[in-house]
């Protein structure tokens, strides 16, 4: 399984960028898609996942308030819309998909937040 991160990049505060991931491989049927992402200095953390049944679990309100999580199964992507950027929100992106009983993750897009 190969999982392809795009979309990432430098936005001013307020602003929005949209990232994509697409997996590759011998994949029969995708549980789980999500994002997670890893500020300097801190753990990686759940951003937001969906299911195939199309269930959604964000990581907070705020996350909930500005994110939008979704996938197209049959493309087998996931995408993260991110409006009103903050500051805060910088960090490496990484895709994650679950199949079956494993995870798999991507390489990892840098969002990059300026004030």
């Known amino acids: 399984v190969q999982l392809q991160a795009s979309g990432g990049g430098l936005v001013q505060a307020g602003g929005s960028l949209r990232l994509s991931c697409t997996a590759s491989g011998r994949i029969f049927n995708i549980n789980v898609m999500g994002w997670y992402r890893q500020a300097p200095g801190k753990q990686r953390e759940l951003v937001a996942e969906t299911t195939a049944f199309g269930n959604t679990n964000y990581a907070n309100s705020d996350v909930k308030g500005r994110f939008t999580i979704s996938r197209n199964s049959a493309k087998k992507e996931v995408y993260l819309q991110m409006n009103s950027l903050k500051v805060e929100d910088t960090a490496v992106y990484y895709c994650?998909?679950?199949?079956?009983?494993?995870?798999?993750w991507g390489q990892g897009t840098q969002v990059t937040v300026s004030s």
């Open positions: 994650n998909v679950g199949i079956g009983g494993t995870r798999w």
